[in-house]
């Protein structure tokens, strides 16, 4: 089993920035990725981008390549997503995903964390 808190949701305006935190416990030696989804009112939850724990190994969705970016601190494991440039679009439920196990793995979710971007 793994357990994900999130934290770093919040308002902003358009053109501002904001990071995510995911921090993992449980039976974190056995992770294979993390990653992060949202969800937007009336849409489906949606792949943001995710980071393979071996290798660190990134992958964004186009809408957010340049402007998103997915880290992970090895020391105490947690799962950051810094994002730049927000627009009103990008305004949803972000959520911590971890992949763990032997393949293919079992998916653990995070509560959520709610990020608006308006002026």
């Known amino acids: 089993q793994v357990q994900l808190v999130e934290s770093g949701g919040g308002l902003v305006q358009p053109g501002g920035s904001l990071r995510l935190s995911c921090a993992p416990s449980g039976s974190i030696f056995r992770l294979n990725s993390m990653g992060w989804y949202r969800q937007a009112p009336g849409k489906q939850r949606e792949l943001v981008g995710r980071?393979?724990?071996?290798?660190?190994?990134?992958y964004y969705r186009d809408s957010v390549k340049g402007r998103f970016t997915i880290s992970r601190d090895n020391a105490n494991n947690t799962l950051y997503l810094q994002m730049n440039s927000l627009e009103p679009e990008d305004t949803a439920v972000y959520y911590c995903?971890?992949?763990?196990?032997?393949?293919?793995?079992?998916?653990?979710w995070g509560q959520g964390t709610q990020v608006s971007v308006s002026s």
């Open positions: 980071i393979t724990i071996s290798g660190g190994h990134t």
């Open positions: 995903n971890a992949n763990a196990g032997a393949w293919p793995g079992n998916d653990y």
